[in-house]
């Protein structure tokens, strides 16, 4: 565990590109950051935070309703979508209202997703499949043919990159006709936006350190969302998804918390809570002072 007084914060970032609008201009030089960048996915990150082994990060939203007594969420930074997100996918090959008592892979890395899956089907969908957890990287891509399954939760740039590839036809088309895009299915249904990740801080963190390393952030994204552009150009790169599909992909997302963000939180909480996957609890933030 890292000693906060002493030593350097260590930062968590995913390497999705949906990251690099907040990280952009920290990776440049541009905007500074007193601290050392972790890179990992959700899971890996999730895992680091709840040992106390980086002090600020980017997280799945269900491990702050997990470990609430642990955290400080970050102001005015958040992953969200109010509607399509078109990174957290199901690929089916069959209704989704089909899928009772089928075999559906879900993603390892991302337990958010995993969780709004479940509500949506017994909520929306309302059948009950059976889940199985699978890999589901870009390096897993060319395996998902091998395990038998109906259909699997797909999250990151392996999402995006299945579903350009899907709506353009070809071989995914055929093998995956039926496609839910969890951000439009959960708008539709509670007709709020979903946030998908946060950013946290250990309450141990010193208020000082913390606040120096969320501005940070926040100047750091104020730059990415004003160079797009340049951002979409990287990402076309790193995953090879058309630019225009990339800048597509960024305007389709939010990355603050305002009042319907945490609406949205909220009451995918209240819900979680309910099924009783996560335990009741508060939306605690990063002191200002």
Not at 134 to 146: K, L, Q, T
Not at 182 to 192: D, I, P, Q, S
Request: aromatic share 10%.
């Amino acid at each position: 565990m890292s000693d906060t007084g002493r030593a350097a914060l260590r930062v968590g970032r995913i390497r999705y590109i949906n990251c690099y609008p907040v990280y952009g201009a920290i990776e440049r030089g541009i905007v500074p950051l007193d601290g050392t960048l972790v890179d990992g996915v959700p899971t890996q990150l999730n895992r680091l935070m709840a040992t106390g082994d980086i002090d600020i990060s980017v997280v799945s939203a269900v491990e702050y309703a997990r470990d609430a007594h642990q955290f400080l969420l970050l102001p005015e930074l958040g992953i969200t979508s109010d509607g399509p997100v078109r990174s957290v996918m199901l690929f089916s090959r069959r209704d989704a209202r089909d899928l009772g008592g089928r075999r559906v892979v879900v993603s390892r890395s991302s337990m958010t997703s995993v969780h709004l899956l479940e509500l949506l089907f017994e909520h929306v969908w309302k059948c009950r499949p059976e889940f199985v957890p699978g890999d589901a990287e870009m390096g897993d891509i060319s395996r998902f043919g091998d395990e038998a399954h109906d259909a699997r939760l797909v999250i990151g740039d392996a999402a995006l990159t299945l579903f350009d590839a899907a709506r353009r036809g070809g071989p995914w088309a055929e093998r995956y006709p039926f496609i839910e895009d969890l951000g439009a299915v959960w708008k539709r249904w509670t007709g709020l936006p979903f946030v998908f990740a946060v950013w946290v801080a250990q309450r141990r963190t010193p208020v000082h350190a913390a606040l120096g390393a969320h501005a940070s952030l926040i100047a750091s994204r104020d730059w990415g969302l004003a160079h797009l552009d340049q951002l979409s150009a990287q990402a076309a790169l790193a995953s090879g998804v058309p630019v225009e599909t990339c800048r597509e992909y960024f305007a389709g997302l939010d990355y603050r918390l305002s009042y319907p963000h945490l609406a949205g939180l909220t009451e995918f909480f209240r819900r979680l809570v309910l099924a009783g996957r996560v335990p009741d609890g508060t939306l605690a933030f990063l002191p200002a002072a």
